[in-house]
């Protein structure tokens, strides 16, 4: 066939060049290395980034700025604190250092406006103490970036003596880059923890000291061109990739490699055992392995590219960082490591495999107790009853999915003792939660001001809503504060500043102000303002939209990448039934792994919610690499069931592969379990959910589920093409690609 053809082409070429193989992809990592950008010269993404562009909340957002001069929706924030109390000349001074900063010229880039509040005798409202807290609100240029923001906001409270109970800087933007440098800091432990499991786990497996090391060059190889190139190929296609991602490709890239590598090393062990020369056996490994390795890399490289899809920045630019890392690490495998095996024959597995092991056959016990129990397995009562187990366990962890909560956990996912956290306690225990970033009404209608009475009343009436712990607006003034506060110039519009009782990026406050926005209209009518048009902004209601946005682009992003795993997985394995029941258990098993996850976070942990990024990449990332372990098992089950009946070539098929695919599993679970060194509650969530995930697919997915269903299905799986045997069902096991021929 043209396609066996093109394989063995392909394998003669990689093993025949295997002394330029080598050393060009040694060669080539070196020159990336020192003549690209690597991702740790990147920015961090801009908090812009983590919100829809076009959302109705930021839209009002500059509205508001619009009709007001002064945006009330702030992300910085400046909090002093004494228990005790503040004395009134530190409340004084705070409110004169504002002015201060009020009356001084500005670049785009430093602090526009500064507006201190104090809860002073409990005066502002929603304050749960008297006298003890100062926040005072900065606001920046549109020019200002994140780094600009941090260090001004850090600026000015370097500017408050110790004796005036400076807490710190806190909010959405500081605990944007808190993160980030978190993320920084951490790398190198993520990268050297992965690196020792790695060795541990592939040296353990195959008792040997070279097969982890082949793993790691080639893991490195990949890694050292995907940190260059991602960046390169990113400033070409105008796409900023935030050096966030690395992480994220340090443990993609060294799990999915590790995963190829110990598909290739038991190929080429198994063929050694077998008796062929270290060439042949690297040959036999990488015609057996490329189309399995290429076809499951490429459904990786597809389902990561659909975060395209997604509506948010923060995916576009997760989206082709992540798909160019499995794309190098897909080149990088199917090339450098049946070249090395070829170079280095039994030397990788010494001293597990000796050279008396040579010739002696492959290692029977793999296939008596464990064979015997997986055709017992194959007939179909028992796949009936295995497929009902197996599915019934997927959808009892899947019940907690449901009630998964998404948020942004900017703040609350850092740790206790960061200055952000704790500044922002300060101030939730001063005053209320929802101070560290107010929720703003809008009211805007001809001549809406001249009627008080009905603005006055419709402050009562949003003060008396569900989640707001005080309000306010056009019946306050606060002190030293514009007249234009509340109330536009013009006469046009009102607004109504509403401080929450829950923490304004949580998932209660979200739900507040998502129930809110809704009664809007009809608290408005009952207020008796006529002709007048409102909206919700500030950054609980950016969250808000934030979060819809997620869950409506996992639903085009979900619907893409299921239609690229059918697409291949069907070209692969000829057939139309065997994908649908295939990628039917993956989605069961990501919505096991997302309610787990629930029941971890939420449940057990006490977490209101979980980071509303989390869900949606982790599902694309192990739908995506799930089809790694449906083609590597299915694909061995297919080429057996083309010398044996069915049922014989699952028995003999599954316990095999699943060995491979244990070892694999194992490895990449470990390799992403590593993230939850990064202090930050979105990469320890994104590290439980992928390790699960992936022990999920491995252990009872792949090794139990999917040979029942194909027992069950049975003949019916290969529709519409036809299954013909080309060799006797008794032939011992050398699949077509195995045979010596040239």
């Not at 609100?137 to 409270?157: C, I, K, W």
């Not at 993160?179 to 920084?184: G, L, P, T």
């Not at 793999?366 to 796949?383: G, K, Q």
């Not at 007048?532 to 893409?560: E, F, H, K, M």
């Amino acid at each position: 066939m043209i396609r066996e053809r093109a394989i063995r082409l392909f394998a003669g070429a990689v093993i025949g060049l295997r002394y330029l193989v080598v050393p060009a992809w040694i060669a080539a990592a070196v020159a990336v290395s020192w003549y690209l950008p690597g991702l740790g010269e990147g920015e961090p993404l801009p908090l812009g980034g983590l919100i829809p562009k076009h959302a109705e909340s930021t839209e009002m957002a500059a509205r508001d700025a619009q009709l007001f001069g002064l945006p009330l929706t702030t992300d910085t924030l400046v909090v002093q604190r004494n228990p005790d109390g503040l004395s009134t000349a530190v409340q004084t001074k705070a409110v004169q250092r504002a002015l201060q900063t009020n009356q001084a010229q500005h670049e785009d880039y430093q602090v526009q406006f500064a507006l201190p509040v104090t809860n002073t005798l409990g005066l502002f409202p929603g304050s749960q103490e008297k006298g003890t807290t100062a926040v005072t609100y900065l606001f920046f240029g549109p020019q200002a970036s994140l780094a600009d923001r941090v260090e001004q906001a850090n600026d000015y409270l370097a500017q408050i003596p110790a004796s005036e109970s400076p807490v710190g800087v806190t909010g959405p933007a500081p605990a944007r880059y808190r993160q980030f440098n978190e993320i920084s800091s951490s790398l190198a432990v993520v990268e050297i923890g992965t690196v020792l499991v790695i060795l541990l786990v592939v040296g353990l497996t195959f008792k040997a000291l070279g097969a982890p090391l082949v793993t790691l060059v080639a893991a490195g190889i990949a890694f050292l061109i995907a940190r260059g190139v991602i960046p390169w190929v990113g400033t070409r296609l105008g796409v900023s990739i935030p050096q966030e991602v690395e992480p994220l490709v340090v443990a993609l890239t060294l799990g999915v490699v590790t995963d190829y590598a110990v598909f290739y090393l038991s190929a080429t062990r198994r063929s050694l055992l077998e008796g062929a020369p270290r060439v042949e056996a690297a040959r036999v490994a990488a015609v057996r392995v490329s189309p399995i390795v290429a076809t499951a890399g490429l459904i990786v490289v597809a389902g990561t590219a659909s975060l395209l899809v997604g509506e948010l920045e923060f995916f576009r630019a997760f989206g082709p960082g992540l798909a160019l890392t499995a794309a190098v690490s897909l080149v990088v495998s199917i090339t450098f490591i049946p070249a090395a095996l070829a170079i280095l024959g039994r030397f990788v597995f010494w001293p597990g495999l000796k050279r008396e092991d040579l010739g002696a056959g492959e290692e029977e016990q793999v296939s008596h107790a464990r064979e015997a129990l997986a055709r017992f397995l194959t007939s179909r009562p028992v796949a009936l009853l295995a497929v009902v187990l197996c599915t019934g366990v997927l959808v009892l962890a899947a019940t907690g999915f449901p009630d998964m909560r998404l948020a942004f956990r900017l703040i609350t996912g850092l740790p206790s003792d960061t200055q952000q956290a704790r500044a922002a306690k300060a101030a939730a225990t001063g005053f209320a939660p929802g101070v560290i970033a107010p929720t703003i009404v809008v009211v805007e209608g001809n001549g809406v001001a001249q009627d008080k009475t009905a603005l006055i009343r419709l402050e009562q009436v949003l003060s008396a809503q569900p989640g707001v712990a005080g309000i306010l607006g056009p019946r306050e003034q606060i002190e030293q504060a514009p007249e234009n506060l509340f109330v536009a110039d013009n006469g046009s519009a009102a607004r109504y500043v509403l401080i929450l009782d829950q923490g304004p990026l949580s998932s209660p406050a979200i739900d507040d102000v998502r129930h809110l926005d809704d009664r809007l209209p009809g608290l408005i009518e009952d207020a008796g303002l006529d002709g007048v048009t409102a909206g919700v902004t500030g950054q609980t209601a950016i969250a808000s939209d934030t979060v819809q946005a997620v869950v409506g682009s996992s639903v085009r992003v979900g619907l893409v990448v299921l239609a690229v795993n059918f697409l291949l997985l069907a070209l692969f394995l000829r057939a139309i039934v065997a994908p649908l029941y295939l990628l039917a258990a993956s989605v069961l098993s990501v919505a096991a792994t997302f309610g787990l996850t629930k029941y971890v976070f939420q449940d057990l942990l006490g977490h209101t919610d979980v980071t509303y990024y989390v869900p949606f990449a982790t599902g694309v990332l192990l739908v995506s690499l799930g089809s790694d372990y449906n083609v590597y098992v299915v694909g061995r089950i297919w080429q057996e069931a083309e010398r044996m009946p069915l049922r014989e070539a699952i028995a003999y098929a599954a316990p095999r592969a699943s060995k491979a695919i244990g070892v694999a599993g194992i490895a990449l679970a470990a390799s992403f379990a590593m993230l939850a060194v990064v202090p930050i509650d979105g990469f320890r969530e994104f590290a439980f959910m992928m390790g699960v995930g992936i022990l999920l697919e491995t252990f009872l997915v792949r090794s139990a589920l999917i040979p029942a269903l194909i027992s069950l299905f049975g003949n019916a799986s290969f529709w519409p093409g036809r299954r013909e045997r080309r060799r006797p069902a008794r032939e011992p096991a050398r699949p077509l690609e195995s045979s010596r021929q040239p």
